[in-house]
């Protein structure tokens, strides 16, 4: 197999033609100024040392060494052999409310904020784990499935925010559901699923979904986020400047609060962990740390082709076109000059 392990640098040869044009216009206007300053048989006697051939031959050299150059630049490689590495980790779901409540600011900067925050923090600590993202409030989706590639899980998850999810609500056991059936059914790798929301107004058959977990041997971990007496919702307008806060069909500020009796019961029956979010500890960080100790198992193998480089294929001649530059004198031969005086 052949590839460049630096693409890009071959866009460089777009300006060779250029180059060539302008080797080109250099050396014509060298001729032209001879020819006006003297008559042709003139040269001979102001400039018999000149040597047009050999001026075009060291410009043609020089345009081959840069373009020798360009190739090496990019690196050339050569695929070696190929072999399977195995993947060792466990498979990990996050399920993240995004439901209005979310923007509650009990928690610093917001409800969601910090849960995308320590979520970032997770996936940069993660070393061959496989992790999903669902969102999920009145209605869940997969953000991403289950994958070792932190930057787009990364990127995915900083597009997250309440408009993510369109429906209202906090259906906790549809994604519960959702996040079962996007496991890998052939995986034999160990399962978590790790609940962060603020358990309000919570919809569809929780304790169904969990048993249906636990009997799958799937582990449940949930993060509460908020406060159990309750605080207002605030609403922005469309510039991000706030315009008050959330009301009922009476007029009355809708307070949202904590529902940690049910995350407290699911996890326990989920055979996991409840945390209580607060502003200055990493919740996530001990779910990872308890998740650590589960038995990591292969759960794949990936092929990896070995490359090597063989960019001195093209720096090698570079070099040597260089060289011989450099030796060609820019003067005639005194064999072709005894020649001309004869």
Do not use: C
Not at 76 to 81: F, L, S
Not at 153 to 160: E, I, P, T
Not at 185 to 199: F, H, N, P, W, Y
Request: no cysteine.
């Amino acid at each position: 197999m052949f590839r460049f392990a630096h693409p890009e640098y071959l866009n460089l040869l777009y300006l060779l033609p250029l180059l060539a044009a302008l080797i080109w216009y250099a050396n014509t206007w060298q001729i032209k100024l001879m020819s006006k300053f003297a008559n042709k048989t003139l040269h001979k006697v102001l400039a018999p040392f000149r040597s047009s051939a050999k001026l075009w031959t060291k410009s043609v050299l020089s345009f081959l060494a840069l373009t020798f150059m360009i190739f090496a630049l990019a690196n050339p490689q050569v695929g070696a052999k190929i072999e399977e590495v195995k993947q060792v980790g466990i498979d990990v779901f996050i399920l993240l409310d995004v439901s209005l409540s979310m923007t509650a600011e009990d928690i610093k900067p917001s409800r969601l904020e910090k849960a995308k925050f320590e979520i970032s923090k997770l996936i940069n600590r993660l070393r061959g784990d496989r992790i999903g993202l669902i969102v999920f409030s009145g209605n869940a989706y997969v953000q991403f499935p289950l994958t070792t590639d932190y930057s787009a899980a990364n990127l995915f998850l900083s597009a997250v925010d309440v408009s993510s999810v369109p429906q209202p609500g906090t259906a906790i056991g549809p994604a519960v559901e959702l996040a079962m059936n996007s496991f890998p059914k052939e995986s034999e790798s160990q399962k978590a699923l790790v609940i962060i929301t603020d358990g309000e107004d919570h919809e569809g058959d929780i304790k169904s979904m969990i048993d249906n977990a636990t009997e799958k041997g799937i582990s449940i971990y949930a993060i509460g986020l908020g406060s159990p007496s309750g605080v207002p919702i605030p609403i922005y307008d469309a510039s991000g400047q706030q315009t008050g806060y959330k009301k009922d069909r009476q007029g009355d500020v809708v307070l949202t609060k904590l529902d940690e009796t049910t995350l407290q019961e699911l996890t326990r029956e989920g055979n996991g962990k409840y945390y209580r979010a607060t502003n200055n500890s990493d919740e996530l960080e001990k779910i990872y740390n308890d998740l650590s100790k589960i038995e990591e198992t292969e759960y794949g193998a990936t092929r990896v082709t070995d490359y090597e480089d063989r960019y001195y294929w093209f720096l090698i001649p570079a070099f040597l076109l260089l060289v011989l530059e450099t030796l060609i004198s820019s003067k005639k031969s005194k064999f072709f000059i005894k020649l001309e005086s004869k």
